[in-house]
C-alpha cells in the first residue's frame, strides 16, 4: 500500500498456503417454483435449461476454497460489494434449537472457538480478506461486521490490506434487547467497517425521514433561506438505530438460524454501494439475508459457507420467495445424507397426458435415534423434483411446509407429464440438520394404471 502505510499487526502466524487447484463442482440447478399440496396442478413440460455462466450462485464449501476457485475462473476484480459477517472470536459453538412433538433438537450452525485463541482467529481471517480484495472490482467495497470482541485487530487487517486512505466509514449498528447482566453497560451495537477498493467507489446517498419536529420548523428559520428541506429527507448518518435485531422467535423473517441479520440492513448495504448492474457477495452466507436482499433488489450475487444448515437454509428462504433460478455448487465439499424410503411411483393415462404420483415412505437423518419418534414430515424441511434426470440434478418443483417446522409438510405429489415410454425422476429431500438425500428412479410407462 505504499511506505507511508508501515504500521502491521503481527501474530504468531500459521496461515495454510492457497490451493491453486480449487475447482467448483456443479451439484443443482434451482428454477424455484414452489408447491404446497398435493392437489396443486402442475402440468409439466421437459423443458431442461443449462445453468448461464452468470447465473446466481449458492456455495457449499470452505469460502477460501470457493474464492480461490472463483479466481480461477477469471472472476478477479469483477465484485462490486462484498459483506461479510465472520465468527466473532466469541468462544461459542452456535447452534438451531426446535421444539418438534415435545423432542427438543439441537442443530449445529458453526464453531467460533480458536485454538490458539487470537492467533488462531487472524490465520483463519487475514488470507480471506487478502483474496476478498483481489475478487473487488476497481469500484467495489467490503463491509465487515463484527462486535465488541475483535473488532479492533480487524480494523489493523484492514487498514494493511486496503490501505487506511481507502477506509470509508465506520458504520454503528444500534438495535434494543433484553439481558440480565448488572457487571456492564448493555451491549447493544455491532460495528460495520466499510472499505473501498480505490478512491473511485460506488456511494449511492440513504435518506432518512425528517424528525417530526424538523417538518414542523423547516430548515430555513434555523440555517437561513439557501436552507431547504429534501423530499428524500435527511441524509444517512454513521449510525443506524431505525432497523432493529430479529428479536422474537415467532417473527416471520426469523429463520432459526443464529446470528440472522435482518434484510433491512442488507438492503441499506447494497443500495448504497451497488448499482443495478452489480454483482455482490457475501462469503461467511450464513441465513442467506444477503441473496435475498439482492433478489429484491435487482442485484446478481453469490453466496458461500461451509455449513450445510447454512445452504439449506438460505436455499429454503429462496425458494419460498420465487427467487431467479440460481446454481448450487460444491468445493471439497461432500453433503452428508439421510435413509431415504419411496414408495413405489405410480404412472396413469390421464386425458393426452401421464399423471406420476410420488409418495415419500419414511425418511430418517444420520443423527436421529430410533427412540425419537418424529415422522419423516417433521424431519424434513423440504423436497425437490427433477423430472427429467439426465446426470445432473435440475431442481423443476419444491415441495414446501406452508408452515416451517409445523409437520405440514406434504410427502406426495401428483404430476402430469408428456407421454413417454421412460421417465428418470429425481426426488432429493432436505432435513432439518440441513443434510440432503438423492433417489433417482426409472419409470417404464409399458404397464399403464400399473405401480412401477
Known amino acids: 500500500m505504499g511506505d507511508k502505510h508501515t504500521a502491521r499487526l503481527s501474530w504468531e502466524k500459521q496461515i495454510e498456503p492457497l490451493s491453486s487447484s480449487c475447482n467448483l463442482t456443479d451439484w443443482e440447478y434451482v428454477k424455484p417454483h414452489s408447491v404446497y399440496e398435493r392437489n396443486e396442478a402442475i402440468f409439466a ?24 476457485a472463483l479466481l480461477n475462473e477469471g472472476r478477479e476484480g469483477t465484485i462490486d460489494l462484498i459483506y461479510i459477517d465472520p465468527p466473532y472470536l466469541s468462544e461459542i459453538d452456535y447452534s438451531s434449537k426446535l421444539n418438534l412433538s415435545d423432542h427438543k433438537i439441537q442443530r449445529s450452525a458453526f464453531q467460533d472457538k480458536w485454538p490458539r485463541g487470537i492467533d488462531s482467529y487472524l490465520d483463519m481471517l487475514y488470507p480471506r480478506l487478502k483474496i476478498m480484495h483481489r475478487l ?26 486496503f490501505g487506511n486512505d481507502n477506509m470509508v466509514n465506520e458504520i454503528i449498528w444500534c438495535y434494543t434487547g433484553g439481558t440480565g447482566t448488572k457487571k456492564h453497560f448493555h451491549r447493544k451495537h455491532d460495528t460495520i467497517f466499510w472499505y473501498s477498493k480505490s478512491a473511485d467507489y460506488i456511494f449511492n446517498p440513504q435518506y432518512r425521514p425528517y424528525s417530526r419536529q424538523t417538518l ?21 448518518q454513521d449510525w443506524w438505530s431505525d432497523i432493529n435485531k430479529i428479536l422474537s422467535p415467532t417473527a416471520h423473517e ?27 457477495a457475501d462469503f461467511f452466507a450464513g441465513a442467506g439475508t444477503m441473496a435475498e436482499a439482492a433478489e429484491e433488489m435487482g442485484r446478481r450475487w453469490i453466496m458461500a459457507d461451509n455449513s450445510e444448515l447454512a445452504v439449506t437454509t438460505s436455499n429454503y428462504r429462496l425458494l419460498k420467495r420465487n427467487a431467479q433460478p440460481y446454481l448450487i455448487q460444491t468445493v471439497n465439499k461432500v453433503r452428508g445424507e439421510g435413509i431415504l424410503d419411496l414408495d413405489p411411483i405410480r404412472i396413469s393415462p390421464c386425458g393426452a397426458n401421464n399423471l406420476l ?39 423443476d418443483y419444491q415441495m414446501l411446509p406452508r408452515r416451517r417446522f409445523s409437520g405440514s409438510l406434504d410427502l406426495s405429489l401428483a404430476v402430469m407429464l408428456p407421454v413417454r415410454t421412460n421417465y428418470s425422476i429425481g426426488v432429493r429431500t432436505h432435513d432439518i440438520f440441513g443434510h440432503a438425500t438423492t433417489k433417482i428412479v426409472n419409470v417404464s410407462n409399458s404397464i399403464p394404471g400399473g405401480e412401477v
Open 45 to 68: 413440460e421437459f423443458k431442461h435449461t443449462s445453468p448461464e455462466d452468470g447465473s446466481n450462485r449458492l456455495i457449499l464449501g470452505n469460502n477460501l476454497d470457493a474464492m480461490q
Open 136 to 161: 473487488l472490482s476497481p469500484q467495489g467495497s467490503i463491509f465487515v461486521h463484527l462486535d465488541w470482541h475483535v473488532s479492533h485487530y480487524v480494523r489493523l487487517l484492514l487498514d494493511e490490506i
Open 216 to 236: 414542523e420548523r423547516g430548515l430555513t428559520r434555523v440555517k437561513g433561506p439557501r436552507y431547504n428541506l429534501h423530499d428524500q429527507g435527511a441524509l444517512m
Open 357 to 395: 404420483e410420488i409418495q415419500i415412505k419414511n425418511y430418517k437423518p444420520a443423527e436421529i435415534t430410533d427412540d425419537m419418534k418424529l415422522t419423516a414430515a417433521q424431519y424434513l424441511e423440504y423436497w425437490e423434483l427433477d423430472l427429467d434426470y439426465q446426470g445432473f440434478f435440475h431442481s
Open 254 to 280: 426469523n429463520l432459526k438460524y443464529p446470528t440472522q441479520k435482518p434484510v433491512a440492513l442488507m438492503k441499506r448495504i447494497i443500495a448504497c454501494a451497488s448499482n443495478p448492474d452489480s454483482l455482490v
